[in-house]
């Protein structure tokens, strides 16, 4: 049997909402779908025993090399501010910056990975004009850089691993986790912002219980009705990057199932989209955001055919928050 | 007299330091620590009103639909918009999962883990508890992780996902439910009734909610040994966890889940012994101790947040929020004893607010929920609305009346798992001009204030044993941990 891994995992300027989604893994749960990839943890700040010195020295002994770390997850941005000093995030009993640390244990690890839109972007930490100076690991945005640098490599050869999320589904981590274990999680493996593939090679469009309004364009005018809501509410899907309709979240789930759109929660900047996020900005009526590979004048010209070919079961439950007209075998009326 | 300072504090949700003054083998001095600073406040000022519905849940993962509540609560009464019953008991339902899977998640990966630690390696019940709760590697974590995954399929149906869902709005919510979603929520309710009766209680769940007095409770933890509950009562009775993290004798809470015509758990004070109503006005925070403008302090319906680094007194990002002038403890045990559960005013009664019964109320309570679930699934009507608009529906674009607020202000008091979570904003123009936000552990992890007063824990923690050559004494993690601290939402 191959050896274990060690994963240390960190947490910075977030929610711990990624941990927390984690926690959520099904079939099988998370300490189960760990042990099965062959990964233990070094320590974990919600799961673990091991707290204030006994944690001190555990991280100390990564650093110094002493302790080998195979995976460094890091989830929440890195707090760079007040004026670079890091000091909006200062470890607990050391009285260091939290960007310190990170640094030198994104040096010493294996592998890397930002976990969550936090770690990789920077994300709603950074919202508002980033006043706290908030950072990815390896971008600021959407711009390369962030903490470590465009040109880091971790020790194992590859870039900081990218699973954002706001938060993440807790698959996007477990399998990205097993294709470390099993060393087969290389440079193709990642898409063009080093986000796994395994979940970013979908768009949250695919598999959408609203595809059919998508395809007539009948849409909903409010938050809770049955339509498209990428023509009124502001939905990217069609453009995010994420399984979100194929793998559900919590057992049947998604953002559309909950009938509000998405937001895009996998990009850099998705938390300042320039507009309210459930409002779909327009020139001449028509939204800005179309999907980023249809030409846009085939888009208006099959938009306005099949606004006119609408059946009239569509049109009416586009606007409801109920299935108002059912469809109908008529060999049965 | 020396100086313990500990941390990273783990097994609570985000960062924490406490350093403690000892002498004698006792703690003589505590200053609490929230060494991180993010700026939700700020950064939700001048963002469209209906954005606060995005920024808000993540200022926290493990209370995400609390904060969602608090700011559709907030902008609720800024513009008027209400819930239809429809949507007051989804939504009543969606902040039930979170806080029924919060008290048990302390429950079983932050709170009984240290009772595994070495430090209690000669006590004859540490194998058992052992075996049971240790961290990761505990039966009782392989037991709990899959029952709360399941749990939380409860959050794909009512909510699209947890955490961070946008189905919690001023009207109601976004998800209204059919007649096959409501089947499938009774189905998981009640397998997650079997598991919480099977493994936390080894009871029914009727019989924890109306246990009315500490001898009944000592009765039935001699019958119910098995349960988790029962292993919990019998090592906090062996260690004398009552004796550890005094309350400071004055709790309020501002209300869990609302109702028709008030709350499931009531909105109160409990000082001296008394209940009294609660005067939300008297609400102000406090910075003389934290890292803000001198200027920052006051009512939340005015005070600011701006980070100021030179304050020499400072110690912490968390300011100190007071009720008429003086703290106050928040969380389960504060609910509950203002609610007026005969158990837990019965143990305060006798023993005082304590480590023992911060976990006491904490269990007692998710049965209490778990009951009032039932109820609220039964009354939905699925064939009613979930949500008021409040806006033409075919004005597109306009995706709710809040886009529409002017001038106006509103409070969002609600209860998340740790206790009493506040929104206080003013819109102008649509726009959020005013946003602060009071989290519960902001009231008991507060530093002190002007007068010198140290907050809840930090007045918790005075007199709690220190063993010789302990670093990272155990009885002080009890203490700490009892309160379920959120730090993340203490430092938003």
Redesign the interface.
Known sequence: MADRLSLLWL???????????L????A?????ALDAAGID?L?H????????????AIIEAVIAGDRGCDIFCLEGAV?RG?DGTG????????GMPMMERIRAIAAAARHVVAVGSCAAWGG??A???N??EASGLAYDGRTPGGLLGKAFRAQGGLPVVNVAG??IHPDWLVETLHLIARGELDAAQLDEWERPRLYTSHLVHHGCARNEFYEFKA?A?????MGCMM????CKGTQARADCNVR??????????????C?NCTAPGFEEPGH?????PKIGGIPIGLPTDMPKAWFVALASLSKAATPARLRANA?A??PVANPLDRSRT | MTRLVLGPFNRVEGDLEVRLDVASGEVRAAHVVAPLYRGFEAMLVGRSAADALVYAPRICGICSVSQSVAAAAALAEATGAGAPPNGRHAINLVHAVENVADHLTHFYLFFMPDFARPAYATAPWYPAAAARFAAIHGEASAAFLPARAQWMQMMGVLAGKWPHTLSIQPGGTTRGLDRGALARLAGLLAGFRRFVERTVFGDRLENIAHLASSDALAAWAEAHAGSDFGRFLAIARSTRLDRLGPSIGRWMSFGGYPTADGHAFARGLVEEGWRRPLPVEAIAEDVSHAWYGLQDGGPPTTGRTHPQLDNADAYSWCKAPRLDGRPVEVGALARQLVDGQTLIVDLVARYGGNAATRVIARLVETARILLLMETWLAEIRPDETFIRHGVDPRAAGTASRIGDASGSSGAGLSEAARGSLGHWLRLRDGRIAHYQIIAPTTWNFSPRDATGTPGPLEQALCGTPVRPGETDPVSVQHVVRSFDPCMVCTVH
């Open positions: 947490q910075s300027g977030g929610c711990g909402g990624c941990s927390l989604s926690l959520g893994a099904e099988p749960d998370l300490l189960t943890l320590w700040p919600s799961l673990s025993e091991a707290s204030g010195s006994e944690a001190q707090m007040p000091r909006f995030h200062l470890v607990p009993g050391t709603i930490t919202g508002g004009g006043a706290v706001c938060p849409s005018q409010l938050l809770s009705q023509e009124h509410l502001g559900p979240w919590n057992g049947t789930g998604s953002c559309l199932h909950g009938n509000y759109p937001i309210g996020f459930v409002e779909t606007t928050d109920r």
